[in-house]
């Protein structure tokens, strides 16, 4: 059973800092791409970002591009979200999934309860 628990949300001023982790367990962590995804209220689902198996290939949503930084450490089975110059736009419940591919492109699995975060002053 994939566990994914996501922790280090808060409330934060914008332009300020958070950094998000998120601890795997319940399959191999080191053998998925993995990927943070949030969800506003009242909105869906939008995909922020994924990091390939060793870290090294990452990719961003526009939204997020230059503000945001994945990383993991697959010796502790983490994934981490470096967020920087936070916006109120950036309020939402951010989830980690880990990735698998089907026949339409990627799939995501969430096995946690997500961390809230809000910006605002």
């Known amino acids: 059973e994939v566990q994914l628990m996501e922790s280090g949300g808060g409330l934060v001023q914008p332009g300020g800092s958070l950094r998000l982790s998120c601890a795997a367990s319940?399959?191999?962590?080191?053998?998925?791409?993995m990927s943070w995804v949030r969800q506003a209220p009242g909105k869906g689902l939008e995909w922020l970002s994924t990091?390939?198996?060793?870290?090294?290939?990452?990719t961003y949503a526009d939204s997020v591009k230059g503000r945001f930084t994945i990383s993991r450490d697959n010796a502790k089975n983490t994934l981490y979200l470096q967020m920087n110059r936070l916006k109120p736009e950036d309020t939402a419940v951010y989830y980690c999934?880990?990735?698998?591919?089907?026949?339409?492109?990627?799939?995501?699995?969430?096995g946690g309860q997500g961390t809230q975060v809000t910006v605002s002053s």
């Open positions: 319940g399959f191999t962590f080191s053998r998925y791409r």
């Open positions: 999934a880990k990735v698998t591919f089907g026949e339409a492109g990627p799939e995501y699995e969430y």
């Open positions: 990091v390939n198996k060793g870290g090294g290939d990452t």
